[in-house]
């Protein structure tokens, strides 16, 4: 008897330590993939597209206020569209991007593992978790793609956990109907997901529930059109709220087909063998990496990290990256030139990079320009001084973003209403920036400038109201020329006014006004004339058959003279052609303007 006994209590040690060697196993598998996921996805999102993430932040505004948290009830996924928008203001920080995603992505992982574990999946549940996260991952770096949308998986998730927690039946169905409409208020069109977990949920567990499921598919495909008008939003938008496309949501749809497979007897019981593990790895390997390939726009990356370096006010940054890119984007070069302006460098080097025309000077707010280029049009005029014209894109860039609030354009009407030492609105703008986290330092500092009884202890400010025209015309505003020249008229030492005004007439390739601009307000004002001004004034000189006597009057060196005598004779002798004046005269103002031509 005791040998039996001795033999049970044996076995039943080594049945504890199998399950305990197993689950070690398991414990193991799930750190290694959490790890891997956490470092991978912080990785990607802090050395690939950090600015992607910087400019999320950019185009939207959190701000603490009550009534402010209600208005996002006003529309369908109200909590989630409010908790994403909160997680976004974190992306302002440096790093605080890539922290916040990764974070999210792992718990997202975890809350779609248990789900798995709740739906009957017994081996690989870690790994098939995965790819609704990675289908998740793959569409952050999209602008269109928020954090809100992130959220929104999550909730259906959250209350499908609760909603296995009931045990009796008659409660679990009311509880099942009445959760459609709250998921829908909270989540928006992620909603859907509900019913389907719901219904794998109950094969899995072999209930019949006909009617009940009938009854559940039908109030979540009705719903959203039968308060589609409380909403204000079309019917479409009522079943994709709040994502815009159906793209945007691909992890919903990964983790329901994933589901519906694990209803198979024979998926659910595989083996976690270690040909499985490796396949199902390979699988989630090339998933990623071919989904993060395809969708990573790195020259977009390059155009939003110059734009938020301006932002940041980093000119030598924003220089160097476009030196190091050379992108042929009318975005980077706008930031380039204004880096170039901002160190005296513009009459010397504007040919050095690419540039279409006067748009890389001040971006076109028309009908067919993009939501991007009307966001960004309002620094120009900021640096110039234009204040009218910089409020003017400013708010139109605030109307055309996708969100209509930006913290970005909220700091800027903040700047230009100081400047203008317009109080009312300064102050108007200035309560909505105190109400936020990470730009209400900002908002005192700029608040102090404007209540400054001495405003001569800020000469930064100074400098800025010095560039003000005292006087406006009627003008167009899509007439920059306007603009600067009246800017020039009213203050011939606002140097970044006049440097854009020549280099206007330069792209312009109009000589005549930019000799007689150039020898008004610049002429004599510097020992040294800058290398395209030079160029271009050698031009008129050869085109008016000036005397060398003139030529030395506006001290062009002799070694430039020689320089255009050089590329006269080989532009004549090449007839017309590109490439033999182009090796030998590279980015000079003579190549630019014989040769460049305005494309569609």
Not at 264 to 274: P, S
Not at 392 to 398: K, N, Q, R, T
Request: glycine letters at 4%; proline letters at 4%.
């Amino acid at each position: 008897m005791h040998f039996y006994s001795y033999l049970c209590v044996k076995f039943t040690i080594i049945i504890v330590l199998l399950k305990m060697k197993q689950d070690t196993k398991e414990i193991q598998m799930k750190a290694l993939i959490a790890f891997a996921l956490i470092v991978g996805c912080f990785f990607y999102f802090q050395c690939f597209v950090p600015y992607h993430l910087y400019f999320k932040e950019q185009i939207q505004l959190f701000i603490f206020s009550f009534g402010y948290f209600l208005s996002y009830f006003g529309k369908p996924g109200g909590l989630a569209c409010l908790s994403g928008d909160f997680l976004t203001q974190f992306l302002y920080l440096k790093g605080g991007g890539a922290v916040v995603i990764s974070l999210l992505l792992l718990v997202k992982w975890l809350l779609v593992s248990k789900t798995l574990n709740l739906l009957g999946t017994k081996t690989l549940t870690p790994l098939l978790a995965l790819f609704p996260v990675i289908a998740e991952w793959i569409f952050f770096s999209e602008i269109s793609f928020s954090i809100a949308m992130s959220m929104a998986f999550l909730f259906p998730l959250l209350f499908f956990r609760l909603y296995t927690c009931i045990r009796n039946s008659v409660f679990s169905i009311i509880s099942g109907i009445l959760l459609v409409p709250i998921l829908y208020f909270l989540a928006g069109s992620a909603m859907l997901l509900f019913p389907a977990l719901v219904l794998i949920y109950d094969i899995n567990n072999g209930k019949k529930q006909l009617l009940y499921w009938l009854i559940l598919f039908v109030l979540a495909g009705i719903f959203p059109y039968l308060v589609h008008s409380h909403f204000l939003l079309t019917v479409k938008q009522a079943y994709f709220y709040p994502f815009p496309t159906i793209k945007n949501g691909l992890s919903v749809f990964t983790l329901v087909g994933i589901a519906f497979l694990c209803c198979f007897r024979t998926i659910r019981e595989c083996e976690n063998t270690i040909f499985s593990f490796s396949f199902t790895m390979i699988l989630a390997l090339i998933f990623a990496i071919g989904g993060l390939v395809i969708t990573t726009n790195s020259t977009r990356e390059k155009i939003l990290g110059m734009a938020s370096e301006a932002y940041f006010e980093n000119w030598n940054k924003v220089l160097e990256m476009g030196e190091k890119t050379k992108l042929q984007n009318p975005i980077s070069t706008y930031y380039t030139n204004i880096a170039l302006s901002k160190q005296m460098q513009m009459g010397d080097r504007l040919m050095t990079f690419y540039q279409p025309f006067t748009s890389g000077l001040f971006l076109p707010v028309k009908p067919e320009s993009s939501w991007f280029s009307i966001f960004f049009s309002s620094d120009a005029y900021f640096y110039t001084g234009d204040m009218n014209m910089a409020q003017h894109s400013a708010m139109l860039g605030m109307i055309f973003s996708p969100y209509q609030r930006s913290s970005r354009l909220m700091r800027r009407l903040v700047e230009i209403n100081v400047i203008n030492d317009d109080v009312p609105a300064a102050t108007k703008y200035l309560r909505i920036l105190e109400a936020t986290w990470f730009h209400k330092k900002q908002a005192v500092r700029m608040k102090k400038m404007l209540l400054a009884p001495n405003p001569e202890e800020y000469p930064e400010l100074q400098e800025k109201r010095s560039r003000i025209h005292k006087n406006d015309i009627l003008r167009s505003s899509q007439d920059p020329k306007a603009s600067l020249e009246l800017l020039v008229k009213n203050n011939p030492d606002n140097r970044p006014a006049l440097d854009y005004l020549l280099s206007y007439y330069l792209l312009n390739k109009d000589i005549p006004h930019f000799f007689e601009t150039y020898t008004r307000y610049y002429k004599d004002k510097n020992a040294f004339v800058p290398k395209m001004y030079a160029e271009a004034l050698l031009i008129y000189f050869a085109a008016t058959h000036a005397k060398p006597a003139k030529i030395t009057d506006y001290k062009i060196s002799t070694n430039l003279v020689n320089d255009f005598n050089e590329y006269t004779q080989l532009y004549e002798s090449s007839q017309g052609d590109l490439e033999p004046v182009r090796k030998q005269f590279a980015d000079t103002y003579w190549l630019y303007y014989h040769f460049a031509t305005l494309k569609e």
